[in-house]
T-cell receptor, first 111, second 113 residues
Framework: SQTIHQWPATLVQPVGSPLSLECTVE??????LYWYRQAAGRGLQLLFY??????ISSEVPQNLSASRPQDRQFILSSKKLLLSDSGFYLC??????????FGPGTRLTVT | GDSVTQMEGPVTLSEEAFLTINCTYT??????LFWYVQYPGEGLQLLLK?????DKGSNKGFEATYRKETTSFHLEKGSVQVSDSAVYFC????????????FGTGTSLTVIP
């Protein structure tokens, strides 16, 4: 069966520091992968999606970037965090029926 | 473009009450429709889905029917429990828009004993 992992689970970082969040998927090959952000009490905002290694589409211009160095690995990065980057970051992969399956999330607090 | 609109929350119900969370959609093609549930501090879990008109998705006592004529996919449960307290998201995936997945804004449900 397929599983999706995210780490770290929680992160507290100062403004201006770098960021790296990792997502890996097991049990499937060449999945479509997605990064979402959920602000407190808000809905989901799609940040990036990827249809394959090295292929990244950005939905929202911001100081975040994404990379897909391996088939089942998706990384979200920033060179300098802003206070507004605080939130709950969710990684997802797309199943064969076009449904999406989500990881457990990373809670990021920028101080 | 495609979009999903779901009822504003929060919703507070007593245990064993009937639940309805309204969801309507706009799509250019023939979307698949989904309901997700998010418990506090966790990621989203797929609750149920329907892929064509008149399909009924069901899981854990929840159900929703894909109504093309009213472009709706309302979530219902006959008797809610305290453990159903969560945020519920309606979503659609439209083949015409390729990789896009559209979510509603979420409806918070609290069930009190």
């Amino acid at each position: 069966s397929q599983t999706i992992h995210q780490w770290p689970a929680t992160l507290v970082q100062p403004v201006g520091s770098p960021l790296s969040l990792e997502c890996t998927v097991e049990g499937t090959s060449n999945p479509n992968l997605y990064w979402y952000r959920q602000a407190a009490g808000r809905g989901l905002q799609l940040l990036f999606y990827s249809v394959g290694i090295g292929q990244i589409s950005s939905e929202v211009p911001q100081n975040l970037s994404a990379s897909r160095p391996q088939d089942r690995q998706f990384i979200l990065s920033s060179k300098k965090l802003l206070l507004s980057d605080s939130g709950f970051y969710l990684c997802a992969w797309r199943g064969e029926g076009y449904e999406q399956y989500f990881g457990p999330g990373t809670r990021l607090t920028v101080t | 473009g495609d979009s999903v609109t779901q009822m504003e929350g929060p919703v507070t119900l007593s245990e064993e009450a009937f639940l309805t969370i309204n969801c309507t959609y706009t799509a250019t093609g023939y979307p698949s429709l989904f309901w997700y549930v998010q418990y506090p501090g966790e990621g989203l879990q797929l609750l149920l889905k329907a892929t064509k008109a008149d399909d009924k998705g069901s899981n854990k006592g929840f159900e929703a029917t894909y109504r093309k004529e009213t472009t709706s996919f309302h979530l219902e449960k006959g008797s809610v429990q305290v453990s159903d307290s969560a945020v519920y998201f309606c979503a659609l995936s439209d083949l015409n828009t390729g990789n896009q997945f559209y979510f509603g804004t979420g409806t918070s449900l609290t069930v009190i004993p």
